[in-house]
């Protein structure tokens, strides 16, 4: 079974993990940052696929107890929540960011009943905030979530603290912490990629301004 540094390592391999401190990544929210990690690139690789999908099906299962659903969170989570329904023999459903615009407008999409417990996928925890949002919509539709499980976390304080928040306790199969130290085993990223990513994490937000100041 794959340890946090293995999947790091092969999300490295397969180049899921981009770093470019000089053309930084702009994202959802606005903010700059020298890394991107794309969990999609995983489906593009069948055998680590299904290492993944059996790393986040133990952990599941270990950490989660009693949960009859599973709940992707579109659109990363979609196919990572599938698979995890598969391997488990569970039903699968999704949550959209916002309803449908046509036909039934749902929000969910499948079949849940109140009162059943559901697991949460997501591909990646930065904040939280999108993984969060499918949380409460499943609550308001009745369900009951035991958590949310995904395959890499930055870390922040702030998504430990969104999380403690909303009630949901949260887990991943692999880290920036295991990211670090597999990049600096790998020793194929320069210091001042690892400086930049090192100064970033600390605080996105003032990395992301100082960025921003550099090139006025």
Known sequence: MLNEKDVAKKLIEINAIKLNPDTPFTWASGLRSPIYCDNRTVLSFPAFRTEVKKALSVKAKKEFAGFDKVAGVATAGIAHG??????????????????????RQNQIEGILNPGEKCLVVEDLISTGGSSIQAVEVLREAGAEVVGVIAIFSYVFDSAQKNFAAADCPYTTISDYHALMAAMTEEGTFSQKQLSSLREWRQDPKAWSEKFELKNL
């Open 82 to 103: 599938a698979l995890i329904a598969d391997e488990l023999d569970l039903p699968f459903i999704y949550v959209r960011s916002k309803p449908k615009g046509h036909g």
